[in-house]
């Protein structure tokens, strides 16, 4: 099957400092991503749709400025967190489809994220 | 927008008994809903999905069902096993890879041995 890695898969940082997440479609070209934030014992919550060579498009609530995507590539999309801050420790997945006309979701791993 | 209602959020069930997860949803035009198993600290992964043009759709121990008058489908798993623990999702979406699936709440399966 498709595979969607994400780097790294865990990550510590200061307050105040910004981290960037890598989700990377390893086997097929993706022209959308999905990046989701969970957070313990809870459901995936999408945060924005992420597009190859466009804007991202962002849930309602989701700061566009704190959290920066850029879909770069066919296989790449990235996710930065800037001024983190201890409320933004999560686990961040993103999610891919192997193409325009498939349904079927590939995730990636996950990046676990704390905020100290 | 799309909505959907999974429930229960927990269920625990003896090993070997069945398990039913149940799941509705409010857009008529939704036409594709998958189910997703995620273990601690994983990735949701696809375990079975179903189509509108289809009623049922089994799968060795895993069935789903879809009643598409009543907006609400069904995930059965019989013979559970203790690996069988885990959250399950459900989602609603429209079919096509650019289309947001909307995911319900999960449920935390825990199967006793």
């Known amino acids: 099957g498709a595979v969607v890695s994400q780097h790294p898969s865990w990550v510590i940082c200061k307050s105040g400092t910004s981290v960037k997440i890598e989700c990377r479609s390893l086997?097929?070209?993706?022209?959308?991503m999905f990046w989701y934030r969970q957070f313990p014992k809870q459901s995936l919550m999408l945060m924005a749709t992420?597009?190859?060579?466009?804007?991202?498009?962002?849930e309602q609530g989701v700061e566009k400025d704190k959290f920066l995507i850029n879909h770069a590539s066919l296989t790449l999309s990235t996710l930065t967190v800037t001024s983190a801050h201890p409320e933004d420790s999560s686990f961040y997945i993103c999610?891919?489809?192997?193409?325009?006309?498939?349904?079927?979701?590939?995730f990636g791993p996950g990046t676990r994220l704390t905020v100290l | 927008g799309e909505n959907v209602e999974q429930h229960p959020s927990t269920l625990s069930v003896q090993e070997g008994d069945s398990a039913v997860i149940k799941c509705t949803y409010s857009?008529?035009?939704?036409?594709?809903f998958p189910w997703y198993k995620q273990e601690l600290g994983k990735r949701p992964q696809l375990i079975i999905d179903?189509?509108?043009?289809?009623g049922e759709k089994k799968d060795q121990r895993i069935a789903v069902t879809l009643n598409k008058t009543a907006k609400h489908f069904s995930l059965h798993i019989t013979e559970t096993q203790p690996e069988d623990s885990a959250v399950y999702f459900c989602?609603?979406?429209?079919?096509?890879?650019?289309?947001?699936?909307?995911f319900g709440r999960g449920t935390s399966l825990i199967v006793h041995p």
């Open positions: 999610s891919a489809p192997t193409g325009p006309s498939t349904d079927t979701q590939y």
């Open positions: 086997d097929f070209q993706a022209t959308t």
């Open positions: 992420s597009n190859e060579g466009s804007k991202a498009t962002y």
């Open positions: 857009d008529s035009a939704s036409n594709y």
């Open positions: 179903i189509r509108s043009n289809v």
């Open positions: 989602a609603a979406s429209i079919s096509g890879g650019s289309y947001i699936p909307t």
